[in-house]
């Protein structure tokens, strides 16, 4: 059964104070891990995806990364508009939809 | 280009009432999913359908929800009768055929029951 833990469970950083967040994860067989991104009352907005580990992608403020068994979502300099829930969710071999984590509550004060 | 629109926003119902929901998922996209997302939890499947098919229902609870997709587009998803522990936000999302590719999801339904 496929896996994801992220951590921590919140976080709170002041504006420009960087930071990351962790998603370990267990699958049988990764055919790609997603990360996304959800603000209250909304649907999650997906930000990258990653296939193999040694992997990098970045957008603005945001850098993921991944290997064999977690990824970072890495936040440069963040801003209170990079407020929000992050959430990392992986898809394996054996199963075609996606098994999310619970999430990191990120807030960021100016 | 639209996004993946589902309605109503919000229900609230008293249990062992009924319940559906509408979801029109992004055009072209062939593979529509129903999320759970508990309060404080990360989104749950429940079914996905690839055009009218079911794929994958295994965490359904068949005895009192329903799914259909009709003609490949749309799709609702219906609860009869509802529990407490159904109170949660319901996600519809799309996808193109085949993959990994990413889902994109819509408002989501924030179903409450009394």
């Known amino acids: 059964e496929d896996q994801v833990t992220q951590s921590p469970e919140a976080l709170r950083l002041q504006e420009g104070e960087s930071s990351s967040l962790n998603c370990s994860y267990t699958?049988?067989?990764?055919?790609?891990l997603f990360w996304y991104r959800q603000d209250p009352g909304k649907g999650p907005e997906f930000l990258f995806t990653l296939y193999s580990a040694g992997e990098e992608k970045e957008k603005e403020r945001l850098k993921a990364t991944l290997t064999k068994k977690e990824s970072f979502l890495h936040i440069t300099a963040p801003k209170p508009e990079d407020s929000a829930t992050y959430l990392c969710a992986v898809q394996g071999t054996g199963r075609r939809a996606l098994t999310f984590g619970s999430g990191t509550r990120l807030q960021v004060q100016p | 280009e639209a996004g993946v629109a589902q309605s109503p926003r919000y229900k609230i119902i008293e249990k062992r009432q009924s319940v559906a929901f509408w979801c029109n998922p992004i055009?072209?996209?062939?593979?529509l999913y129903w999320y759970q997302q508990i309060l404080g939890q990360g989104p749950k499947l429940l079914i996905q359908?690839?055009?009218?098919?079911?794929?994958?229902d295994s965490q359904l609870p068949k005895d009192r929800f329903s799914a259909e997709r009709l003609k490949g587009v749309d799709s609702t998803l219906k609860i009869q009768p509802a529990k407490l522990e159904d109170s949660a936000v319901y996600l519809c999302?799309?996808?193109?055929?085949?993959?990994?590719?990413?889902?994109?999801f819509g408002p989501g339904t924030r179903l409450t029951v009394t």
């Open positions: 699958v049988s067989g990764l055919r790609g």
């Open positions: 359908f690839q055009n009218n098919g079911v794929v994958d």
């Open positions: 999302a799309s996808s193109l055929e085949g993959g990994p590719y990413e889902q994109y």
């Open positions: 055009s072209g996209h062939a593979t």
